[in-house]
């Protein structure tokens, strides 16, 4: 009997103790879950004051962004504005007209010349507007230089067919004295290239048969654009 009274008292202290460790284990898992959660709500936060950080930067990068493309558009504007009104701009022009005569010699005159609409006319002065004007878009004013119209062919006494035109020039106020009646007949008269030998003032302006001493360019008219 006393033998079974003590087995079961050690028994019961064995399923008290066993209890006691439970509860301790208990107790230690609780604790532990705990800092689990904590750890993983610093883990959160922390996520999250990244993610802030993060959109905070891409919010002042592209604010950065649109900073910078302001600014080179105004640049981009002002320097065109300023070398427009500066440099651009162009100049208060003035067009200015000149009458032309010269003689074409060995160049009979033919009656459909006295009708400007005529085949033969149009011909003729397609013809000579050519050669009138690559001489002046080779010269020293062609940049003022813009054509050459051929108002009428007329017969001549002394020969040959007499041809009346037109040139037309912007010019600036600036270079005004480039473009005048002498500096201007000069240029044609220069072109046309005369015999050595022969002496004679008849020469050629390109394939044309031209008197020298028979052009003349006077009569300036000026309209301001």
Request: glycine residues 4%; proline residues 2%; aromatic residues 8%.
């Amino acid at each position: 009997m006393a033998e079974n009274g003590s087995d079961a008292s050690g028994q019961t202290e064995d399923n008290l103790s066993i209890s006691d460790v439970s509860v301790e284990v208990a107790t230690v898992d609780a604790k532990l879950a705990k800092r689990r959660h904590h750890r993983k709500g610093k883990r959160k936060s922390r996520s999250k004051k990244k993610a802030r950080k993060r959109n905070t930067s891409v919010w002042k990068s592209r604010n950065l962004v649109i900073l910078v493309t302001v600014l080179i558009v105004v640049f981009v504007v002002t320097m065109w504005t300023l070398l427009w009104y500066f440099v651009l701009q162009p100049e208060n022009s003035s067009l200015v007209y000149f009458a032309g005569l010269f003689r074409l010699a060995q160049t009979d005159f033919i009656p459909e010349y006295r009708h400007r609409d005529s085949r033969e006319f149009l011909s003729m002065a397609q013809n000579i507007e050519h050669v009138v004007n690559s001489v002046y878009k080779t010269s020293a004013v062609s940049r003022l230089y813009r054509q050459s119209v051929i108002s009428d062919l007329s017969s001549n006494n002394d020969g040959g067919l007499l041809v009346h035109f037109w040139m037309v020039f912007v010019v600036p106020k600036s270079k005004s004295q480039f473009v005048c009646e002498d500096c201007v007949g000069a240029i044609l008269k220069d072109s046309i290239q005369t015999s050595l030998v022969n002496r004679s003032s008849v020469g050629y302006l390109s394939d044309l048969p031209v008197d020298m001493d028979s052009v003349i360019v006077n009569g300036s008219h000026l309209l301001k654009r």
